[in-house]
């Protein structure tokens, strides 16, 4: 199983830090949100209505630059499926260059279970 998406960089892709442009390549932090992209993507068509997901862990190492401009595409191919626990392999590519690869986990549960968390975390909340 696999799912990909793909992605034209733009200026607004790049590193800014304090409002200053860093790099005029695709961010690190880009190339996370499209790999959590192609993750949840390739686990969505398998969720029941009552479930849902959440990223629990990502790993990442950005090999290669994709200027402005590039297309970069990024592809999420299941290593483990589980009943509770989904791990993508995840790699983003400019042609045949890879940009970056790592590993997506996502971890699936009841909404109710979810819904509590995050309740139980409300800033104002004990433990938020």
């Known amino acids: 199983m696999f799912a990909e998406v793909g992605v034209v960089v733009t200026?607004?892709?790049?590193?800014?830090?304090?409002?200053?442009?860093?790099?005029?390549?695709?961010?690190?932090?880009?190339?996370?949100?499209?790999?959590?992209?192609?993750?949840?993507?390739?686990?969505?068509?398998?969720l029941e209505f009552a479930e849902e997901a959440v990223g629990a862990h990502i790993r990442v190492d950005h090999r290669s630059p994709a200027p402005v401009g590039s297309h970069v595409r990024v592809v999420a191919e299941a290593l483990?499926?589980?009943?509770?626990?989904?791990?993508?392999?995840?790699?983003?590519?400019?042609?045949?260059?890879?940009?970056?690869?790592?590993?997506?986990?996502?971890?699936?549960?009841?909404?109710?279970?979810?819904?509590?968390?995050?309740e139980r975390h409300r800033p104002g909340l004990e433990g938020g």
């Open 80 to 118: 483990e499926c589980r009943p509770h626990r989904l791990v993508c392999a995840t790699r983003a590519l400019c042609g045949t260059r890879v940009v970056a690869e790592g590993e997506f986990v996502q971890i699936i549960m009841p909404k109710t279970r979810l819904h509590d968390l995050f």
């Open 11 to 46: 200026a607004a892709m790049c590193p800014h830090f304090d409002g200053v442009l860093v790099h005029p390549v695709l961010a690190t932090w880009y190339v996370v949100h499209h790999m959590e992209l192609a993750g949840r993507k390739l686990l969505e068509p398998y």
